[in-house]
């Protein structure tokens, strides 16, 4: 699959959409007196067309500024021009200012008849075509939770008092002719006051918390799911990959979706690449099919290629971007 050509046809239609400017001029719409002029003074030699001509001349003339065919940048300023292959950017910065300066490698192209909005669109369309190092997928700057939970009926000691003689080990009666105090020891605790907690889920005082928290993927609350899901995907077992698909099948709440997809990515089950790519071409918020695809960016699983080629055309702009850092990371050679 031509990547490099999907990549180009997706960030073409983007600045075409996005453009505001009077100076960046999108093939076929490029006059053709600017288009030789840019043509000539750029360097630009081949048969490979202008499809993008940034005029940064006084009077529009089209004789300096930057142009982009498919195969390469170029540019051209005052004391000098240069170019590069799209496939050999590397580094984008820029600094929006009264000079507008656009890094690119160890090249510096100065631009000054744009504001930041203006050329804006120009700078995304090259990080979309080049081979950038994507973004980094976010990282949660939280703790693993602990797989252990204090028991609720013992209060994480173990053990409860007896109930027959209230903890003392010992219980008395009075005879029932003399009325004379009798003290035995407790059949119950043999003597301890202590009994083993009663919860079979207790283990000396803790409770293992996953099998709890996926209870709690079935509660009334939409709260305590959410919840019960953000911590799941934190936990790093796998038990819980199935109920998480399930959550995010099934239940109704945005916000419970929302965190599912993000839960699952972390956990890197593959088992969960299929319903990620129905959250990512299906669900009706933008928020969770974005995540959908920054979660199938994490499992790096190409079956989801297809899916996030369909993502780039999403109605979403964000969603659009999670797609393409997703397979420009997938598909990086």
């Known amino acids: 699959m031509d990547f490099k050509n999907i990549f180009f046809k997706y960030s073409l239609e983007k600045l075409k959409q996005n453009n505001i400017s009077d100076r960046v001029y999108v093939s076929p719409l490029i006059p053709e007196k600017k288009l030789k002029n840019a043509t000539s003074c750029m360097g630009i030699t081949g ?8 005029d940064d001349t006084l009077f529009k003339s089209g004789k300096g500024g930057a142009c982009v065919t498919s195969e390469a940048l170029y540019w051209k300023q ?7 292959k799209l496939n050999d950017i590397k580094q984008l910065e820029t600094k929006f200012g009264v000079k507008n300066v656009i890094r690119v490698n160890e090249y510096i192209i100065e631009l000054y008849y744009f504001n930041e909005n203006e050329l804006q669109p120009f700078i995304d ?10 973004a980094p997928v976010t990282i949660l700057n939280k703790k693993v939770p602990d797989k252990y939970g204090r028991c609720g009926k013992c209060r994480g000691r173990g053990r409860i008092k007896c109930n027959k003689c209230k903890g003392n080990g010992r219980y008395v009666y009075h005879d029932w002719q003399t009325d004379a105090p009798i003290e035995e020891i407790c059949d119950e605790c043999g003597g301890g006051g202590l009994l083993d907690c009663p919860n079979p889920a207790c283990e000396e005082g803790k409770i293992e918390r996953v099998p709890q928290l996926i209870s709690t993927l079935n509660s009334p609350r939409i709260s305590d799911r959410a919840s019960a899901v953000e911590i799941l995907g934190l936990m790093e077992d796998t038990r819980a990959v199935e109920p998480l698909i399930q959550a995010l099948s099934e239940d109704k709440a945005i916000e419970v979706r929302r ?6 990515g972390l956990l890197g089950d593959n088992r969960a690449v299929e319903p990620l790519i129905q959250a990512l071409l299906e669900d009706e918020y933008a928020v969770v099919r ?4 920054e979660a199938l960016d994490r499992l790096g699983d190409k079956r989801a290629t297809e899916a996030l080629i369909q993502a780039l055309d999403d109605s979403d702009p964000w969603v659009s971007k999670m797609a393409i850092c997703a397979l420009k990371r997938m598909h990086r050679g």
């Open 47 to 54: 048969d490979n067309p202008i499809l993008i001509l940034i």
């Open 78 to 84: 005052p004391m000098e021009r240069g170019s590069i």
């Open 125 to 134: 369309f090259l990080s979309g075509v080049s081979w950038l190092e994507p």
């Open 259 to 264: 965190d599912a997809v993000e839960a699952l």
């Open 290 to 293: 974005g995540r959908a695809a």
